[in-house]
Nanobody, 122 residues
Framework: VQLQASGGGLVQAGGSLRLSCVAS????????LGWFRQAPGKERESVAS????????NYADSMKGRFSISRDNAKNTVYLQMNSLKPEDTAVYSC????????????????WGQGTLVTVSS
């Protein structure tokens, strides 16, 4: 199973980026998907999660109103739209898949992918 994130890069504060994560070798249409991030010198933290149908979403408080998670089960892809980016959003962003159809919290996610680096300059 492979989860590959892409879309990271360098952006100025206030700018936007859209991350994508494509799953291969199996479908995750029945599984919750999530985005996580790890900044230099810090522990990994949850960014957002989305249920198998897309009907339920959850965001970390600092991302509410700025980030939006969505998914396209036909493409086996989860997205993270990030707006109003801040320098403190600089991190490696990774996607993950849970075993259940809805999940919140890092310990509920089972499959993990490679991350993509997001750098926000001030």
């Amino acid at each position: 199973v492979q989860l590959q994130a892409s879309g990271g890069g360098l952006v100025q504060a206030g700018g936007s980026l859209r991350l994508s994560c494509v799953a291969s070798l199996r479908t995750f249409s029945g599984n919750a998907l999530g985005w996580f991030r790890q900044a230099p010198g810090k522990e990994r933290e949850s960014v957002a999660s989305i249920s198998w149908s897309g009907g339920n979403t959850n965001y970390a408080d600092s991302m509410k109103g700025r980030f939006s998670i969505s998914r396209d089960n036909a493409k086996n892809t989860v997205y993270l739209q990030m707006n109003s980016l801040k320098p403190e959003d600089t991190a490696v962003y990774s996607c993950a898949a849970a075993l259940a159809g809805w999940a919140i919290g890092e310990d509920q996610f089972y499959y993990w992918g490679q991350g993509t680096l997001v750098t926000v300059s001030s």
